[in-house]
Antibody, heavy 116, light 110 residues
Framework: QVQLQESGPGLVKPSETLSLTCTVS????????WSWIRQPAGKGLEWIGR???????NYNPSLKSRVTMSVDTSKNQFSLKLSSVTAADTAVYYC??????????WGQGTLVTVSS | QSALTQPASVSGSPGQSITISCTGT?????????VSWYQQHPGKAPKLMIY???NRPSGVSNRFSGSKSGNTASLTISGLQAEDEADYYC??????????FGGGTKLTVL
């Protein structure tokens, strides 16, 4: 079955750009939507955005000005960039396959801390 | 975008049934049958429990059921078991082609 795995730096300095990659295994990345979701410690889930394998994207309006997503079908990977980060962006970041209104499966999540 | 509204906590005894509500607007929950529910145990990734309001993925117990009336969706868990103790989140597609989550509900099995 399809499995997802997030990777990237666990520590990012304030004002810099957070970069994460999600590697899809056990299936093709083609013809699906792929999403990023985050969860600050002790808080709820926040949808960041989605990308289709064609490269089309939709972003959370509250993050839109700072988010860029991309997909590399040759590597079965998709990526997230979040610019101008602050401590408020400290969270566990998940990647997930998105259907219409649902997310499954999810990656295990990766903690990103924003600190100098 | 504002989160969907869920109760912060619910509780029940083993064997009982509980219901968690998820309230949105006509632009999300009320406008589409694309509501899903997730179970999250501490330190784990969320797990899809219900999709398209009332459908269960393969492998999810039939003790979990979903419904919707107007702008409010509900998750019902019958025959509560200790292993059901977790955080539960709803999610809905929106008229802006985005997704939004509820604030989460902590279920305690007494």
């Amino acid at each position: 079955q399809v499995q997802l795995q997030e990777s990237g730096p666990g520590l990012v300095k304030p004002s810099e750009t957070l970069s994460l990659t999600c590697t899809v295994s056990g299936g093709s990345i083609s013809s699906y939507y792929w999403s990023w979701i985050r969860q600050p410690a002790g808080k709820g889930l926040e949808w960041i955005g989605r990308i289709y394998t064609s490269g089309s994207t939709n972003y959370n309006p509250s993050l839109k000005s700072r988010v860029t997503m991309s997909v590399d079908t040759s590597k079965n990977q998709f990526s997230l960039k979040l610019s101008s980060v602050t401590a408020a962006d400290t969270a566990v970041y998940y990647c997930a396959t998105e259907g219409l209104g649902w997310f499954d499966p999810w990656g295990q999540g990766t903690l990103v801390t924003v600190s100098s | 975008q504002s989160a969907l509204t869920q109760p912060a906590s619910v509780s029940g005894s083993p064997g009982q049934s509980i219901t968690i509500s998820c309230t949105g607007t006509s632009s999300d929950v009320g406008g589409y049958n694309y509501v899903s529910w997730y179970q999250q145990h501490p330190g784990k990734a969320p797990k899809l429990m219900i999709y398209d309001v009332s459908n269960r993925p393969s492998g999810v117990s039939n003790r979990f059921s979903g419904s919707k009336s107007g702008n409010t969706a509900s998750l019902t868990i019958s025959g509560l078991q200790a292993e059901d103790e977790a955080d539960y989140y709803c999610s809905s597609y929106t008229s802006s082609s985005t997704q939004k989550f509820g604030g989460g509900t902590k279920l305690t099995v007494l």
